[in-house]
């Protein structure tokens, strides 16, 4: 079955820097959009940043625009997020997901089970 597994997440201090993963199985991990969403206590999940199959397409929110970088590596089959100059409104619970076809910005198909990331001012 389908399986995202997202890992890095930790406690850091504002101006520092995390790299998150998600490894994939279950599915033909080069055939999917792959996205990172997030979710703070008492809002909405909201968009990150997504990379389309091949990695030649990067898409990303206008708060984290020039701080993230997302990439994946289709041979692990694992998609990752680059975070640097974190700020304490990073702090959330993220989410990696994944979609054959579509808009990389919604409607994604399959979720991880998210790790927290809290930014300390």
């Known amino acids: 079955q389908v399986q995202l597994v997202e890992s890095g997440g930790g406690l850091v201090q504002a101006g520092g820097s995390l790299r998150l993963s998600c490894a994939a199985s279950?599915?033909?991990?080069?055939?999917?959009?792959m996205g990172w969403f997030r979710q703070a206590p008492g809002k909405d999940r909201e968009f990150v940043a997504a990379?389309?199959?091949?990695?030649?397409?990067?898409y990303y929110a206008d708060s984290v625009k020039g701080r993230f970088t997302i990439s994946r590596d289709n041979a692990k089959n694992t998609v990752y997020l680059q975070m640097n100059s974190l700020k304490p409104e990073d702090t959330a619970v993220y989410y990696c997901?994944?979609?054959?076809?579509?808009?990389?910005?919604?409607?994604?198909?399959?979720w991880g089970q998210g790790t927290q990331v809290t930014v300390s001012s």
């Open positions: 997901a994944a979609k054959p076809v579509g808009s990389l910005l919604r409607d994604y198909d399959y």
């Open positions: 279950g599915f033909t991990f080069s055939s999917y959009h």
């Open positions: 990379i389309n199959r091949s990695g030649s397409g990067t």
